[in-house]
């Protein structure tokens, strides 16, 4: 019987890993920094309306506790 090495699974995953990441199509970069910047934008409205809604909850609640 020949002595056949199977590959060790962890240099499997980071060569068939290197070989995904050759696939990639990257953006350039003035579309990271435009994507980058809508990421952001998004983040600070959200983050500005969970932070309104916060609010309204906590006052609906001072509300009901306090009609108690």
């Not at 020949?2 to 995953?13: C, F, G, Q, T, V």
């Not at 990257?26 to 983050?47: C, D, F, K, N, Y």
């Amino acid at each position: 019987m020949a002595d056949e090495k199977k590959p060790n699974a962890i240099s499997r995953y980071f060569r068939e890993t290197m070989g995904e990441l050759r696939k990639v199509n990257w953006p350039s970069w003035p579309e990271a920094r435009q994507l980058t910047l809508i990421v952001i934008v998004v983040m600070v409205v959200m983050g500005m309306y969970l932070f309104i809604v916060d609010i309204i909850g906590e006052n609906l609640m001072k509300l009901v506790i306090s009609a108690s």
